[in-house]
């Protein structure tokens, strides 16, 4: 296969399917998922490139993208490498100072801007940031400040590029484009810390097409993939670019919150998410099994039993299942799984990547039970994504699946995973330090998680920054135990307290309608959910749920104390990341009284 450069690659798939939608995009007016042909696609980026030039865009100048998931946004980042440019995404929900942050570190001139949010976060900067000298706006509805003299709409900036010496400008830089060339910069969330820009070259993307067309041959330009996760986030980004090198259609979901609603109406066959995403599905369909009884249930529970014997002990490891099991399958396929995979819109469901965060055994032996192809991985942002992944057959439950092919990957100091490769970045944007600190000599990159080989099978353990220690010595994982506390019915989410504590505490924030329900059901008077929360017979309820959910971790590692939250830790409040990671630091600093309380004899 050819494996083209990013610059021209639009145009090369536009040659061969013409007008096969390429993607679509949600019209929230009219509720219609509007088509994009290959040939439109090509036609708009190569519009926006000629604009760029008209801007006076340079070679190698970063360009910004300041949006949620738009069409708009892969339109300005093929603009961007036909003309040998280097596109930065910001998460659309960043913050006033994060924004600056980026626009101040990458020297951005142009800033491409998706809805309100967007648009009113930039100007409220854009004095702030000297080299800030535009702002184009991707909707139209946006309403601009009074004094704003320093935005166009997007439709204006497509206009620039009318004059033909711009077309020859573009063609001239796209001859010159080389796999050396910057293609991207992402900015980590930044868990901890000030975000560091990752460099990504066109080179890193050009190896991940190749070794993802070795590991994921049965793809196919008959898939349909839903976008889901940001394009900001590397996941999603080198995700949505693989599957134009395959000629897969992509559906853009503009807005996160509604993924329930806009995958019943695409019924992708391929998704990337996080495990968040099958958490719910998997809590959604433990709360209707645990509202079955009598036969249903024994019926139900028995399709369990039958779907992780015949996919576990048969399929997953490439053997034929007895007859009469793969019938009894058959059977429960129709009437159980399929029901559970239509009402979650994932029926016609092929290939489902995860990774991002650890996914619980639990979680992945139950999709896998009921047909659904959840497929583990482990990568990072400068690893250009995927670094290992699930192989079709003999993957093993607990890993993070195989090495990709052609990546080197050793095991080094504290157990820390190491990587060398194509894919890997050649270092933090105007930070050398870091870069140094992040690459050693030997051109191996410190990953920061903790893991073990077995053959080329990778096992992840814990994130060593972390890792917890116990005034008493013992260590501490807290995304184990975080993991497996927000599978219980009545979580939502956890902070586990321990670093440098006599024992492990926890924040949690419950899963509020099943608490009201509950209070319902044995008559509780409250006031409000502050006052529930309180209430001896939910702290009860909590006590004997973290009981039933820590019987498997070691004495040491058991929450001891817990607080209940009545409110949900946000990306508002800072408390979250873009990518929905707790911010530990943020978190304690919130909630340092309450921490304080629990340690209190």
């Not at 670019?241 to 503009?254: D, E, V």
């Not at 209707?288 to 490891?317: F, K």
Request: hydrophobic residues 40%; aromatic residues 12%; charged residues 25%.
């Amino acid at each position: 296969m050819i494996y083209h450069h990013l610059s021209v690659l639009v145009h090369r798939r536009a040659a061969e399917y013409g007008e096969k939608t390429a993607m679509k995009y949600r019209d929230y007016n009219t509720s219609r998922w509007i088509p994009v042909s290959w040939n439109e696609f090509s036609s708009r980026v190569k519009q926006a490139s000629r604009a760029l030039a008209a801007l006076g865009v340079e070679e190698q100048e970063n360009i910004g993208i300041f949006s949620q998931n738009k069409p708009e946004c892969l339109y300005v980042d093929f603009a961007a490498f036909a003309n040998r440019a280097v596109s930065i995404p910001l998460y659309a929900t960043n913050s006033r100072t994060q924004t600056g942050y980026i626009l101040n570190n990458a020297g951005i001139r142009f800033l491409f801007v998706g809805e309100q949010y967007q648009y009113d976060t930039a100007f409220h900067v854009i004095d702030k940031c000297p080299s800030l000298r535009l702002l184009v706006i991707f909707d139209q509805s946006v309403a601009k400040e009074p004094d704003d003299k320093r935005s166009m709409y997007f439709n204006e900036f497509l206009a620039l590029g009318g004059d033909s010496r711009y077309r020859q400008l573009v063609d001239e830089r796209t001859a010159r484009a080389s796999d050396a060339d910057l293609a991207n910069i992402l900015y980590t969330s930044g868990t901890t810390g000030e975000p560091k820009g990752v460099m990504l070259h066109h080179f890193n993307y050009r190896e991940v097409f190749r070794i993802h067309d070795l590991r994921l041959p049965f793809l196919s330009d008959s898939d349909v993939s839903m976008n889901f996760l940001p394009l900001t986030h590397i996941f999603e980004k080198a995700w949505s670019y693989y599957c134009l090198h395959r000629g897969i259609q992509i559906c853009i979901n503009l807005r996160p919150m509604d993924i329930q609603n806009t995958i019943k109406e695409i019924r992708p066959t391929a998704m990337c998410s996080v495990p968040r995403f099958w958490e719910k599905v998997y809590a959604a369909a433990q709360d209707h099994i645990g509202r079955e009884q009598g036969l249903r249930r024994i019926l139900i529970e028995d399709a369990l039993r039958t779907g992780r014997r015949h996919n576990l002990d048969y399929v997953r490891l490439g053997k034929r299942a007895p007859r009469w099991l793969h019938l009894k399958y058959k059977m429960y396929d129709k009437w159980v799984y399929s029901l559970l995979k239509r009402e979650a819109g994932i029926d016609r469901g092929t290939f489902f990547p995860v990774a991002g965060a650890f996914v619980s055994n639990e979680v992945c032996s139950f999709m896998h039970a009921v047909g659904i192809n959840m497929v583990v991985g482990y990568g990072l942002t400068e690893s250009t994504a995927t670094v290992s992944v699930y192989p079709q057959k003999g993957f093993i439950i607990g890993s993070v699946g195989e090495v990709m092919p052609d990546l080197e990957v050793k095991i080094g100091e504290g157990n820390e995973i190491l990587l060398r490769g194509k894919t890997i970045t050649t270092g933090y944007y105007h930070k050398p330090r870091a870069t140094a600190e992040a690459i050693d000599a030997d051109g191996w990159f410190h990953t920061g998680d903790a893991g073990y080989l077995e053959g080329r099978t990778l096992y992840m353990t814990e994130r060593i920054k972390d890792l917890f220690k116990t005034s008493n010595g013992k260590y501490v994982s807290p995304q184990a135990l975080e993991s497996r506390l927000i599978l219980d019915h009545y979580i939502n989410q956890a902070e586990v307290i321990a670093d440098n504590r006599k024992f492990v505490s926890a924040l949690i924030v419950p899963d509020y309608k099943a608490v009201e329900e509950y209070a319902k059901e044995w008559d509780i008077d409250y006031k409000d959910m502050a006052g529930l929360l309180k209430h001896p017979l939910i702290q009860k309820l909590f006590n004997s749920r973290l009981m039933e959910v820590q019987k498997h971790f070691a004495h040491y590692e058991q929450i001891k104390r817990f607080t209940l939250l009545a409110k949900p830790f946000s990306m508002e409040h800072g408390e979250l990341t873009n990518t929905l990671k707790l911010k530990r630091a943020v978190v304690e600093r919130h909630y340092k009284a309450l921490i304080d309380r629990m340690y209190e004899t």
